[in-house]
């Protein structure tokens, strides 16, 4: 049992292949305002190393693979994300990091509130701090 909350999605598969729908509040416990996705990622090059003060995400791997360090402050695990119907919340307060990309891998987010760079949380000692 993880910690960290993966949630499985809907496939809707037929001899045409497969649909995944997102849908707020019903797939996912929050609604979303934005989404956004990385993509042409350097397997040598991790992203993320941030937690969020209020922003809850949903990261999704559509296409290939990466694994997301996730650590709250007392439990720190690895996730692999391979499956287009299998998805990561990411809440406030949980420092992540994605790494070990594959050639093909996009990484969609959902996210519940528009950019805003204040709700970042980019220092890891700050982060201690904050979630002490
Ligand atoms: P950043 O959050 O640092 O990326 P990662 O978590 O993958 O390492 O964002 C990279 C850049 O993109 C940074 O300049 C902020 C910008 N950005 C936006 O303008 N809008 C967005 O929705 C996001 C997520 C990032």
């Not at 979303?32 to 990385?38: E, L, M, S």
């Not at 439990?75 to 406030?92: R, S, Y």
């Not at 996009?106 to 996210?111: M, Q």
Request: net charge negative; proline share 3%.
């Amino acid at each position: 049992m993880s910690t960290f909350n993966k949630i499985q999605l809907n496939k809707i598969g037929d001899l045409r292949g497969n649909l995944v729908a997102i849908e707020s509040k019903n797939s996912i416990p929050f609604e979303f305002k934005r989404a956004y996705y990385i993509y042409s990622l350097d397997e040598k090059t991790p992203r993320g190393f941030h937690a969020h003060r209020e922003l809850k995400q949903f990261a999704v791997c559509v296409s290939g693979q990466c694994k997301i360090k996730m650590d709250n402050g007392k439990v720190k695990e690895t996730v692999l994300l391979d499956n287009p119907a299998e998805g990561l919340v990411i809440g406030p307060f949980e420092w992540h990091e994605m790494f070990d990309f594959s050639h093909d891998c996009v990484l969609l987010v959902l996210a519940s509130e528009h950019y805003d760079e204040k709700d970042y949380i980019r220092s890891y000692d700050e982060f201690l701090e904050l979630i002490k």
